[in-house]
């Protein structure tokens, strides 16, 4: 009787939703008694417990659009760590959370629980078994840690995500990662064969593929273990049927839990059903994982398309080809890239087109994958529609093709003129030969939607990537997302696809699971979570009886940042301080440890609060307030920031370009705002003006700053560190040198040569060497007579309207060489960031502002510009770019300048040299600063011989090279004088340490005679 049978379905679906309600209910209002659990944990932990509100600011949300606060935060040495803290997590009730890089983008990694960080510790690769093709590994190890070791073998883990500079294993077995390569590797799922996990209830046990009569042996057992096996066979049992019906079978069905794996044809893989579930059934305590071959030779195919559907068309076929990577993305990726400024030259060299596919070959050797290639090529030209087609062999050429596609969520993320992007729809699939069709139907629904959003992915597989701007702030905007999320789930259901292609549901996509599933796979979904974790402890919320995708919104109808008034304007983020703490995605970029600027100071302390990114979150938190409630006081923030180098590898390295130098200032000059600065502020952050007085009688100061006992005195009232030396001042400013020489030339192009503060009153040799360097190059070179300085330390110490003074006296000094267009070079890359970047942010509506910022050029800069045809120097060398240099002006042209030399030389990949300005100087920041520069620059120097010339063109990465090593390195402007001088080295009459010390020891001595009759005479 169909009437009865429609009855029992609403039975059976009311039983189930009150089973949901009682789960949602027994979460219910926390009732963790935090403070005491913090307490116990304190005292079985051996790793870091942190339940204060900044720590847990930090972990507030994910790369995803939510935010939940979490109770607390463990990082555990090790596995018995893990199990300690489960353990009493278990006996007070609290939900908990395991997190890698936190880079998930659907809201699994963020939620009211302990959060378990295995990041810190619990990052080693135990094992590398080549002749069997495994790899043993902890939960927190970064993936291209484990990928640079297997690659010495030629081996490789195929899943590569984007993020795989530092995303984690863990991270990765949580979501079910996958990448470009999964197209030759699989899934992560794939790839992993056994598991140590725990579960809140305290078993610990290893899980893989379990033969028929180990699992029957294991059901025997009467222990939780044994009902583990016995209940998951059950579920097999009962549900096989319709997983093998409903889980659509594509590449990339990431989403819900991977029953699949239990059907008796994938051998009952209790390990690979167990990944992907987000943290909601176990915590994984190590993993063993499968490596594959990693082809040594590779070439890309760059194919440009009328439009991006018709290319996808072509996919099946391509397919056939056996390709190990194929990407794409659309013309909406590459204005926004236009708009950025970013990548114009790996750009224009693809081919015509206003869509992309990027191919990838592999092979033994390079014949073998370029044969392939060939093959596809072949094929294309016989296509109704050919693709204008790129072929890329070299590697770098390469390198710098896959860089375009890389930049996808960055270069979608606050495009200027543009509403912010947001994830929410970011990572759909389909199966591949029904992609074309998908994205010209989801284009159709965005459009009626009113949305924007560029198409970019793993488009070999049907996975698609793109960022929308919705809007999350206001209620009508908020249900218009729902409505959206509602139709594209539907449409992604028609074309066989899945909600998500690898980024996993989290809350993001779960609340549509039922849709994809049906309820009773739903069901199943639920009592697979319930064997696991039958209180709901773990990750709850996420995957399984979740929150709506609209709830917990990290913006939402609540989101009201304090008005604020600052002395930035940010003309790039709306003129709004709030926008700018939007601007971190959280792609954790910030959190890799090798190479370029960004961030320095996490590289050697690996803590999330010394990332960009924890900087970021903290600063959105104090403008929302409600956790961090002290506003611009605010003592968290002001820890936070205090290892910030401000170094600017943020704002060059960043995909947002988040401007953690900007906001570190902006936020000083409030927090010290009618209250005293710490002592090295004044004493170092206000160095013009001691320079200035110190250069009236510069021997007598550098005979105090170096006389034992008084230079140790100086040092300990200014704050600086004791293994420091104070700088030497010059006899001899550069601007008197310059003033007593007068200028060579009357005519040539005229130019101002900026006197730094540094050049002029420290380092003059360098000044003096680019004079004679501009008039060789047949310039007429002019020097300001009046005192200025561009304030570059003042930023650091947040004394903004000092720094405004300032910049507004240069400019009206300036005004008429600035109206005439007459270029302004500058020698120390710091100040030539200030005019590039912080005059605009404080002048955004002042054109001479803008002029200047337009005119000043670094020598390098300005000698390309000229064609100077540099004399010749046949010398090796070791390049230092300063960071301001890489991060706001780029060393294209000073390395244009280095090969016209002749030079050999290496630019290092050196990121910061931790002197950074005044930081290194300061009593508390000297270690952080030899740690940062002994990362890879300074052994880097020591090693090199020496004939090798170290070029450093920023004073304060000089300076640490000079006092940490036995080698002086040079500016750019006097290698190019020693060219000019036949190779030889002009030597300057600075004033060497050398020479300044039987003074200083004469000096010192005298003060010390002076206080010991002193004493003698108050004995007396
Ligand atoms: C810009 C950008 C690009 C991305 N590109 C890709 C891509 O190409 N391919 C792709 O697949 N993904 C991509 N992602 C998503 C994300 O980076 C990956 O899923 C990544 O593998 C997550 O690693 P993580 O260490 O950051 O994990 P986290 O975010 O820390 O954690 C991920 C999940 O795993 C759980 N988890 C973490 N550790 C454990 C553990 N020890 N035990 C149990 N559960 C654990 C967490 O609770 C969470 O649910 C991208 C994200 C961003 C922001
Ligand atoms: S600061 Fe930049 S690199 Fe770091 S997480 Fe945020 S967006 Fe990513
Ligand atoms: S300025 Fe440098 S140290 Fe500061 S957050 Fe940015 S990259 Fe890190």
């Given at each position: 009787m169909p009437e009865i049978a429609v009855l029992l379905v609403f039975w059976e679906d009311a039983v189930k939703r009150v089973a949901v309600l009682n789960r949602k209910a027994a979460l219910g209002p926390q009732v963790t008694d935090g403070a005491a659990l913090e307490r116990d944990l304190r005292a079985r932990v051996r790793g870091e417990v942190r339940f204060d509100r900044g720590s847990r600011a930090l972990y507030t949300t994910d790369a995803s659009n939510y935010r939940q606060v979490p109770i607390g935060v463990v990082l555990p040495r090790d596995a018995d760590d893990v199990v300690a803290t489960v353990e009493l997590c278990r006996r007070y009730g609290a939900p908990v959370l395991a997190r890698g890089g936190g880079t998930s983008l659907a809201g699994q990694c963020c939620n009211t629980a302990v959060i378990i960080d295995m990041s810190k510790y619990m990052n080693n690769l135990l094992e590398l078994d080549v002749e069997r093709r495994r790899a043993r590994v902890q939960p927190g190890l970064i993936l291209d840690d484990l990928r640079s070791a297997a690659e010495r073998y030629h081996l490789t883990f195929g899943p590569d995500p984007a993020t795989h500079n530092h995303c984690t294993l863990g991270g990765m077995i949580g979501n079910n990662s996958c990448g470009v390569h999964a197209l030759m590797a699989g899934k992560t799922a794939d790839n992993v064969e056994e598991l140590e996990i725990l579960t809140y209830d305290g078993i610990r046990m290893r899980v893989g593929k379990t033969e028929d009569d180990e699992l029957e042996r294991l059901i025997q057992t009467t222990d939780r273990r044994g009902e583990i096996y016995a209940r998951l066979k059950q579920l097999r049992d009962t549900y096989g049927g319709l997983i093998r019906g409903r889980f659509p079978d594509i590449p990339r069905r990431v989403s819900g839990y991977n029953l699949d794996q239990l059907l008796p044809e994938h051998g009952f893989h209790v390990a690979r059903a167990l990944v992907g579930s987000e943290s909601t059934c176990a915590l994984v305590l190590e993993a063993t994982v499968r490596l594959v071959s990693s082809p040594p030779a590779r070439t890309l195919l760059v194919l440009g398309y009328p439009d991006i559907y018709t290319g996808c068309d072509q996919i099946p076929g391509m397919l056939t080809f056996q390709p190990i990577g194929l990407e794409g993305f659309d013309e909406l990726l590459i204005h926004d890239l236009e708009k950025k400024g970013l990548h114009a030259e790996e750009v224009a060299q693809f081919p015509r087109g206003r869509g992309w596919l990027l191919v990838e070959f592999g092979g033994e050797d390079q014949r073998e994958a370029d044969g392939r290639a060939q093959r596809l090529i072949e094929w294309l030209q016989g296509r109704s529609v050919t693709p204008d087609i790129r072929y890329f062999r070299d590697p770098t050429q390469q390198k710098l093709a896959w860089s375009v596609r890389e930049s996808a969520l960055g270069a979608t993320?606050?495009?200027?003129?543009e509403a912010p992007t947001w994830p929410g729809w970011e990572d759909s699939a389909v199966p591949p030969e029904r992609l074309g069709a998908y994205l010209r139907e989801l284009r159709h629904l965005l459009d009626s939607f009113h949305y924007r959003g560029s198409f970019y992915g793993h488009f070999g597989q049907g996975c698609l990537h793109s960022r929308i701007n919705f809007d999350l702030e206001t209620k009508r905007g908020i249900e218009t997302f729902h409505a959206f999320l509602e139709r594209a789930t539907d449409l992604v259901l028609k074309y066989g696809g899945s909600l998500s292609g690898e980024h996993g549901d989290g809350q993001a996509r779960a609340e549509f699971l039922p849709k994809m599933f049906g309820n009773e796979l739903v069901e199943a979904f639920r009592e697979f979570k319930a064997i696991w974790d039958p209180d709901w402890k773990l990750n709850p919320g996420k995957l399984v009886d979740p929150y709506r995708a609209d709830e917990n919104l990290r913006l939402g109808t609540a989101y009201n940042p304090m008005p604020v008034k600052t002395h930035f304007q940010f003309p790039d983020d709306e003129g709004s301080f709030a926008h700018a703490t939007l601007r971190?995605?959280?792609?954790?970029?910030?959190?890799?440890?090798?190479?370029?600027?960004?961030?320095p100071s996490f590289m050697v302390t690996r803590e999330e609060e010394h990332t960009t990114r924890g900087r970021a979150r903290l600063l959105f938190e104090m403008m929302q307030g409600d956790l961090l409630s002290q506003g611009w006081r605010s003592e968290k923030v002001r820890e936070a920031l205090d290892?910030?180098?401000?170094?600017?590898g943020c704002k060059g390295d960043c995909p947002v370009n988040v401007d953690m130098a900007t906001y570190k200032a902006e936020f000083l000059s409030h927090y010290y705002q009618g209250r005293l600065r710490p002592r090295t502020a004044y004493s170092m952050g206000l160095i013009y003006w001691w320079a200035r007085l110190a250069s009236h009688m510069p021997r007598i100061v550098n005979c105090v700053t170096h006389a034992p006992g008084l230079s140790s005195l100086v040092k300990l009232v200014g704050g600086f560190a004791q293994e420091r030396h104070v700088p030497l001042f010059a006899t001899q400013t550069f601007k008197r040198w310059f003033q007593h020489r007068g200028t060579r030339r009357t005519e040539g192009t005229r130019v101002v040569l900026w006197p730094d503060t540094f050049h002029n009153y420290l380092k003059p040799e360098a000044a003096r060497a680019a004079v004679e360097v501009l008039e060789a190059a047949g310039c007429q070179v002019v020097v300001p007579r009046q005192s200025l300085c561009c304030g570059r330390p003042l930023y650091d110490y947040g004394f903004l309207d000092q720094a405004k003074r300032l910049m507004r006296q240069i400019l009206d000094t300036l005004a008429p060489e600035i109206e005439a267009g007459v270029p302004v070079v500058v020698l120390e890359p710091s100040c030539a960031a200030v005019f590039r970047d912080e005059l605009r942010n404080l002048f955004p509506h002042d054109e001479n502002a803008k002029r200047l910022s337009q005119q000043m050029m670094l020598l390098s800069e300005f000698l390309e510009q000229q064609g100077y045809n540099v004399p010749k120097l046949q010398r090796k060398a070791l390049v230092h770019g300063h960071c301001h240099h890489k991060a706001i002006m780029k060393l294209r042209d000073e390395e244009a300048i280095l090969r016209k030399l002749g030079l050999d030389f290496q630019v290092l990949d050196s990121g910061c040299c931790g002197m950074a300005g005044a930081f290194g100087f300061e009593k508390d920041h000297y270690a952080i600063s030899m740690k940062v520069g002994e990362r890879v620059l300074l052994p880097a120097v020591r090693q090199a011989e020496d004939e090798t010339l170290i070029i450093a063109d920023g004073f304060s990465c000089r300076e640490q090279i000079e006092q940490t090593t036995e080698r002086r390195a040079l500016h750019l402007a006097q290698v190019i004088q020693m060219a000019l001088h036949g190779g030889q080295e002009v030597h300057e009459p600075a004033p060497e340490r050398s020479r300044v010390l039987p003074l200083a020891l004469l000096s010192g001595a005298l003060a010390l005679g002076g206080l010991l009759v002193w004493r003698q005479w108050r004995k007396r």
């Open positions: 993320s606050f495009v200027p003129g971190c995605v959280g792609v954790g970029k910030c959190r890799r440890l090798e190479s370029g600027t960004m961030c290892l910030c180098l401000a170094c600017k």
